[in-house]
């Protein structure tokens, strides 16, 4: 049993259209996050029960729940789509967590929605498993993010390309709400409902926040924090749309994302990102120009217009202290240093050299607490002469170990391990999974995961996966 509390349910009509998930022939559990089950409150048993599966499968619609597909809009790489929508996702409900968070339950794969233009409504196998490995190391390492609670197969063929086996995630996340549900009713302009959704994000997420400019500084101070954290673990999000991007400053929408192996500031994985606008250095610059259609959305409800759009710039340009000063602290944590250490010069000139020579960067700055950095460059000669100045700091390796993850989903790790499980042998999914959600542990049977991939390993892109 769950008890729902659906707040957004509750919201005018047009911010949703009421609809359930479509049933599948015969659903299997694949994976179920029971620690995140108990986080939420939730019995891991009856999740696991015919009863949890069907609801996990989006078969059975729990009692208390309301599935809804929500609406929004979005700028897809620079382009605005007046109206995107959960297109193969349902809400079902929001839960209180024992400790009073509220959480969204959403099924990602569950059938076409009024907002499923011309796709399927459907997930295959792949993207379900990426984004349920992604998204829980990704939490692991303290980032904020959506999570998985739950895989489920459906039994059923998903076409893409080819036929591929059907899945549903049960994606858990502070909310769905994005910087394109605002842009829904600002393009449409409805200042009545852009009011509400206001006031609802800001009871829900900002409660300490006092209106709509004060809700933009704080959702531009949790997006400086969360871009932060992607580029000290070389993340690449990979398709930094406005309808891709939460204000609750949770890290969502886990396509064709992807881990750098070799280090290079410019690296693209995905396929449909050919000029490189989301390449990992992009990265802060993509958020504010996506908090900067935040800030116009909300203009008109801040009063005097010329006034507004100051205060809304001055809003958004403070993106950028906060976050450089949490690149600072996080890449000072990487570095071992805290106090006075002169952490920019050091992390620069480390990346400098790293790119130079194709350095690993999960393995480069894994290797600093333990002293293996300097077998990652092909040159050690350059290594040297920048550790000679980073000792005279003293790093602190306890700092170290913390901020720089042994293991990192890797983009050939998980190719392999999609690639079993589409034939029916989830072991090397579960084998990463446990290994990744461990990221700091040293174990041996979890080594070859530390690994850089070798030449005919590495995967060159990653795909939406829609
Ligand atoms: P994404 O690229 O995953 O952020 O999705 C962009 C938009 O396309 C969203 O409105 C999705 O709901 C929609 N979409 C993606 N894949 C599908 C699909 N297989 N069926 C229906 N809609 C989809
Ligand atoms: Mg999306």
Not at 146 to 165: F, I, K, N, S, Y
Not at 324 to 336: D, H, I
Not at 403 to 425: K, T, W, Y
Request: aromatic residues 8%; proline residues 6%; charged residues 20%.
């Amino acid at each position: 049993m769950i008890h729902f509390d659906n707040s957004y349910a509750r919201l005018p009509d047009g911010f949703f259209a009421r609809v359930g998930p479509t049933p599948v022939t015969a659903p299997s559990l694949l994976a179920l996050n029971e620690a995140l089950a108990s986080r939420l409150g939730l019995e891991a048993d009856w999740l696991r029960s015919p009863e949890g599966i069907a609801m996990l499968a989006g078969n059975a619609v729990p009692d208390g729940a309301e599935p809804i597909a929500q609406a929004y809009a979005g700028h897809q790489f620079g382009g605005f789509v007046p109206q995107l929508g959960d297109g193969r996702a349902v809400l079902l409900g929001e839960v209180v967590a024992p400790d009073g968070a509220r959480f969204d339950i959403q099924l990602k794969g569950s059938g076409k929605t009024p907002f499923s233009r011309r796709g399927d409504g459907r997930a295959w196998l792949g993207p379900v498993l990426r984004e349920y490995v992604v998204s829980e190391f990704m939490h692991a390492m303290g980032v904020p993010t959506t999570r998985a609670l739950a895989a489920v197969a459906t039994g059923e063929t998903v076409w893409r390309e080819d036929g591929l086996p059907g899945a549903v995630l049960t994606r858990v996340a502070a909310s769905h709400i994005r910087v394109g549900t605002f842009q829904f009713f600002a393009v449409r302009g409805n200042e009545a409902a852009l009011a509400a959704l206001t006031d609802h994000v800001i009871a829900r997420h900002y409660p300490q926040a006092n209106g709509p400019l004060s809700l933009l500084d704080h959702v531009v101070v949790r997006q400086a924090e969360t871009i932060a954290h992607w580029m000290a673990l070389g993340f690449i999000h990979g398709v930094m749309n406005t309808d891709n991007m939460a204000v609750s400053g949770e890290t969502i929408d886990y396509g064709p994302c992807a881990f750098m192996d070799s280090y290079h500031p410019d690296t693209v994985f995905s396929s449909i990102d050919r000029a490189g606008r989301y390449a990992w250095a992009q990265q802060p610059q993509v958020a504010v120009w996506n908090l900067a259609q935040l800030a116009t959305c909300l203009i008109p409800l801040m009063g005097d217009r010329d006034a507004a759009i100051d205060a809304a710039t001055r809003s958004v340009h403070a993106f950028a202290p906060v976050y450089q000063a949490a690149w600072l602290r996080r890449f000072g944590e990487k570095l071992g240093l805290t106090g006075a250490a002169p952490v920019q010069d050091l992390a620069e000139r480390l990346l400098i050299a790293m790119a130079r020579q194709r350095a690993d960067f999960t393995r480069v700055f894994a290797g600093l607490a333990g002293g293996s950095a300097r077998a990652e460059f092909a040159d050690p000669a350059e290594f040297d002469v920048w550790a000679a100045d980073w000792q005279a700091h003293r790093p602190d390796p306890a700092l170290m170990r913390h901020a720089n993850p042994l293991r990192i989903p890797r983009n050939h790790r998980i190719e392999e391990a999609i690639a079993a499980g589409v034939s029916g042998d989830l072991t090397p999914f579960r084998h990463l999974f446990a290994a990744v959600t461990h990221p700091r542990e040293a174990r041996a049977e979890w080594d070859d995961l530390a690994l850089a991939p070798e030449p005919g390993q590495v995967v060159q892109q990653t795909f939406c996966g829609t």
